[in-house]
């Protein structure tokens, strides 16, 4: 009775606490779209939707109130458990790119973004 008890709980504990035991894989989580600053340096004002799509990809989030707002939003859990999150906002005005707000600011690859 006490054998079978003891490899029972052993069991438990190996079968539920694997994550805890060093050694063990954790994968990075990432979501959303990917924006680099080169993307971000490439767009230039007056650019169309279609252009903009062509150099940014598919807006993660589309405003359905306002066609003229798209968000490029991502998500990266760390193995450590850090979390980052970046986010970038490009406005149009007659479907033409006329403004950009977020985590990224346009200008040279080589110039830091702030």
Same mark, same amino acid.
Do not use: H
């Given at each position: 009775?006490? #054998?079978?008890?003891?490899? =029972?709980?052993?069991?438990? /504990? !190996?079968?539920?606490?694997?994550?805890?035991?060093?050694?063990? *894989?954790?994968?990075?989580?990432?979501?959303?779209?990917?924006?680099?600053?080169?993307?971000?340096?490439?767009?230039?004002?007056?650019?169309?939707? #279609?252009?903009?799509?062509? =150099?940014?990809?598919?807006? /993660? !989030?589309?405003?359905?109130?306002?066609?003229?707002?798209?968000? *490029?939003?991502?998500?990266?859990?760390?193995?450590?458990?850090?979390?980052?999150?970046?986010?970038?906002?490009?406005?149009?005005?007659?479907?033409?790119?006329?403004?950009?707000?977020?985590?990224?600011?346009?200008?040279?690859?080589?110039?830091?973004?702030?």
């Amino acid at each position: 009775m006490i #054998k079978t008890f003891t490899s =029972v709980a052993i069991l438990t /504990l !190996v079968l539920t606490g694997c994550s805890g035991f060093p050694g063990v *894989y954790k994968i990075d989580i990432p979501q959303g779209n990917i924006v680099t600053q080169e993307m971000v340096d490439k767009l230039r004002p007056g650019m169309t939707k #279609k252009q903009v799509r062509f =150099v940014m990809g598919t807006p /993660l !989030v589309e405003d359905s109130f306002n066609a003229d707002r798209w968000d *490029y939003v991502y998500t990266l859990k760390d193995t450590d458990g850090s979390f980052t999150r970046e986010r970038l906002t490009l406005q149009f005005t007659d479907d033409r790119l006329s403004g950009l707000g977020g985590d990224f600011r346009p200008g040279s690859a080589s110039e830091p973004a702030q």
